[in-house]
């Protein structure tokens, strides 16, 4: 419905109009692995937040350049980059993306010499923001390799309290197509807020993005993007009668305003503006807020779990989507299967490596006084004895992962399952895994794909587009595995994201709610947030794919594999034999498998 219309000290009751959908935002998740990668599956990090006719870019390693350019994205959109912290697994393909849509080819010395006068009053095309360092690094780097560019960059820091900004903006300092940027200094609370403000800009609709430090071993950062609360729609059919009846008259106003239905737009800007008295005497009102609220986006750096930071806390609370790290987990040995459990989590590493890095591993372990998980293989878990055993045994597996990744300023499931139920995240997608979790070759990008599914035959991600017309093959024991490795890190966050409500998560059976599942991401994913509130679509997807977890989980935990249905006939996928049916004592493992796989 259109703003309130006033005529005469009355109010003109508005009429019913369509309730306009919110304008589509996706995030397209370009690399997913943690510093290191990348591994043949998973490029290293960086994300992009796609308004449709504009993209936000979230950290860029090295690399992310191609990524951009394989996928569906127009690399032109991009208005603004934002860096979490100055690792280099985060920062290296910055300059790389600049010098792409900043190209220089054609660039004249006339042009340079227009920039150079310009001096400090340049206005930039694109706004990077991120650590005290960022500037210097990109500045360093555009210098010392001599990149012709057009346009004009800014840089705007964020100084933590207490810290000493980085390089001044002074002309002779600038590069010649940087222009000024701004040292956004931490409040009281240690935290910025609206570092990018409501006013639109190029296709962003006004969203807002504020930001908070994050524990890591190098100053991290938070970003939280805020959409303006919805507002109802302009009544057309009541306005702009009304307008044009006045187009005279508006005309002939000082300053004058030539094209009455411009004042549409005007009504609808951001932030709202003061009520417009027409030359008839009616006033017109901004839109009035539809009480849905606007969609938030929570992108997280590298962290050893949330923040413990109240303010960015409070920032973060009711959030649309948590994008947060799990750089490592404990996979129990239901799942894992021993030896043959990290045969395939390795699979994705360089050969010529692995007993190097793993030599290292072990030893920097050592160092922090951390012991090594062991990868023993229990078995299956046929009794309830052995069954509680395995469990006993996975808790205080899980304890030592936690202990070795937070000492490394990293997160594991429980950490974002925590940070999700404290914020009451409606979205959880995972990212920057460990190379040891190579991503499931699955033939689609969508969040929750059949676990059963075929496998894409590419042996690295691809984009959306390259599927069509190409045929999946069969899955096999290896890629299942993979998945079902994957499904129980998900799992994990999940069973602690949803809540003590949700009894002991137990995978059986109907629960009285929504059993909200994480996503773990993986290159070239996509996941559409239509609505700050879960869509009927997203529902049933979840659904679904909890079904799936069910029986395949089940299967995968009890008997070391699954029965997959391939042209109405069934083919047994499995590292054991297949079954026989027979019936299970009552010394057997109950029906109620858990969520997070533990058995």
């Known amino acids: 419905m259109s703003g309130v219309v006033e005529n005469g000290g009355r109010c003109t009751p508005p009429t019913v109009a369509t309730k306009k959908a919110p304008h589509p935002v996706s995030v397209h998740f370009l690399g997913t692995c943690s510093g290191g990668g990348p591994i ?10 796609d308004f449709g006719n504009n993209i936000w870019l979230f950290d860029a390693a090295d690399g992310t350049n191609n990524r951009l350019h394989q996928s569906a994205l127009r690399m032109v959109n991009i208005s603004r980059i934002f860096v979490t912290h100055m690792h280099a697994d985060h920062v290296l393909g910055v300059v790389a993306i600049m010098a792409v849509i900043m190209s220089g080819v054609g660039q004249t010395e006339a042009g340079l010499a227009r920039l150079r006068a310009a001096g400090t009053a ?8 991120g650590p005290v360092g960022l500037r210097e690094l990109i500045r360093t780097t555009l210098r ?10 800014a840089v705007h820091e964020l100084v933590p309290p207490g810290s000493a900004k980085g390089v001044g903006c002074a002309e002779p300092e600038l590069h010649v197509n940087e222009a000024v940027g701004h040292d956004l200094l931490a409040n009281d609370e240690g935290v910025w807020e609206m570092i990018v403000d409501e006013r639109p800009q190029k296709g962003s609709k006004g969203w807002m993005v504020s930001a908070g430090p994050l524990v890591h071993r190098v100053p991290s950062i938070g970003y939280v993007l805020q959409e303006p609360a919805p507002r109802k729609p302009l009544d057309t059919a009541q306005l702009i009668p009304l307008l044009q009846a006045n187009a005279k008259a508006l005309a002939a106003q000082d300053p004058p305003v030539r094209h009455p239905l411009s004042l549409l737009g005007h009504l609808t800007s951001l932030p709202p503006p003061p009520p417009l008295t027409l030359p008839s005497g009616e006033v017109l009102h901004a839109p009035e807020p539809t009480g849905e609220p606007g969609r938030k986006l929570v992108i997280f750096g590298d962290c050893a779990g949330g923040t413990p930071n109240e303010a960015l806390q409070r920032m973060c609370h009711d959030a649309s989507l948590l994008v947060h790290e799990c750089t490592n987990a404990a996979i129990p040995e239901s799942v894992g299967k021993g030896d043959r459990g990290r045969a395939v989590r390795a699979s994705g590493l360089e050969q010529s490596l692995e007993a190097k890095r793993s030599k290292e591993f072990d030893q920097a372990a050592k160092d922090r006084g951390v012991v090594r998980e062991p990868w023993i293989y229990h078995g299956k878990h046929e009794t309830a004895s052995s069954a509680a055993k395995a469990v006993e045994a996975f808790a205080d597996k899980r304890d030592a992962i936690r202990v070795k990744a937070v000492s490394r300023g990293h997160a594991t499931p429980d950490e974002v399952g925590e940070f999700a139920y404290a914020i009451n995240a409606r979205r959880v997608a995972v990212n920057h895994f460990s190379a040891m979790f190579p991503s499931p070759r699955f033939a689609t990008n969508e969040p929750f794909p059949a676990l059963l599914g075929p496998t894409s035959p590419f042996p690295y991600p691809v984009p959306a587009s390259q599927f069509a017309g190409v045929k999946a093959i069969p899955l096999n024991a290896d890629e299942l595995h993979l998945r079902m490795i994957m499904q129980s890190l998900v799992n994990q966050i999940s069973a602690i994201w949803n809540g003590p409500s949700c009894h002991d998560h137990a995978l059986q059976g109907p629960e009285p709610h929504l059993i909200k599942l994480a996503v773990a991401a993986r290159d070239f994913m996509v996941l559409r947030v239509p609505s700050h509130e879960l869509s009927e679509s997203e529902v049933d997807a979840m659904r679904a794919a909890r079904e799936d977890a069910v029986s395949v989980m089940k299967s ?7 029965w997959v249905g391939e042209d109405h006939e069934r083919r047994w996928v499995g590292v054991d034999p297949a079954p026989r049916e027979v019936s299970r004592t009552d010394d057997t493992v109950p029906e109620n498998v858990r969520l997070d796989g533990t058995g």
Do not use: E, F, M
């Open 122 to 129: 340049k206005k930039a095309d694109i706004n990077i923001y």
């Open 556 to 562: 995968w935990s009890c008997d070391g594999g699954a």
């Open 40 to 49: 043949s599956s998973r490029q290293c990090s960086s994300l992009a937040v």
């Open 144 to 153: 010392l390799t001599k990149v012709t560019l057009t346009g004009a960059y």
